[in-house]
Each structure stands twice: as C-alpha cells, then as structure tokens.
C-alpha cells in the first residue's frame, strides 16, 4: 500500500481524508438508523462504512501526520454528525451545541493552517 502514497500529490491526502470522513459520517448516522442492531441493512452497513473509514485513514496518515488525520478526521466528523442529528433527526439545537461546534470548527482550520505552515 504504501506504493501508493508517492502517486498522492499534496491536495490528494486532504482529499482521501475528506471521504474518510464521509464514510465515518455515514457509520455513525447507520447507528442511529440501526435501532440498536433491529434493522439488518444500516446495522450491516455500520461495519462496512466504518472500515473503508479506517481503511482511507490508514492510506494517509504517514503522509498527514497521527495527530492531524485524527483531530480533523474526529472533528468534522463530530460536526457532520451533530448537524445531521439536528436537522435529519430532529434532535435539539441548543446555544451551548452549537456554539461548541463552532469551537470545533475552529480548531480543524487551526489544525489544517499549522498542517499547511510546516509544508
């Protein structure tokens, strides 16, 4: 695998976080759809996202670094998570949820600019 880490340009690790991400995102919300393991189909598809999570995380995180793939990768998906919870779920969108997203928001671009300084 690591065969293909010289092929990645330097935008690319950004991008193969991004769908990392995505597949995360997407495990968490099969959770939530899986009604404590009732339903066959999200409770299948909680392993399969998460692994291709996993897997894309394991492609860069020699090329972006331990502590940034896992900071961005946990926070913006903590972020994706809790706006899908508010707006697909229905759940409660408080002054301290949201503002505690915000300061997670934060954090990510801090994180992605000290990435992007040290290049």
Avoid at 26 to 41: K, P, Q, V
Avoid at 93 to 99: D, F, H
């Amino acid at each position: 695998m690591d065969n293909l880490l010289p092929k990645l340009s330097v935008s690319h690790p950004w991008w193969v976080l991004a769908v990392a991400i995505a597949f995360e995102v997407a495990g968490t919300t099969a959770m939530r759809l899986s009604e404590g393991f009732s339903r066959w189909l999200p409770s299948l598809l909680i392993f399969v996202f998460y692994a291709f999570s996993f897997a894309l995380n394991t492609l860069i995180i020699g090329r972006l670094g331990l502590s940034v793939v896992y900071a961005v990768w946990s926070g913006v998906g903590t972020v994706a998570t809790a706006l899908i919870g508010v707006f697909y779920f229905r759940e409660p969108a408080t002054a301290l949820k949201m503002a505690s997203i915000t300061l997670i928001v934060v954090g990510v671009f801090g994180l992605h600019a000290a990435t992007r300084s040290n290049s």
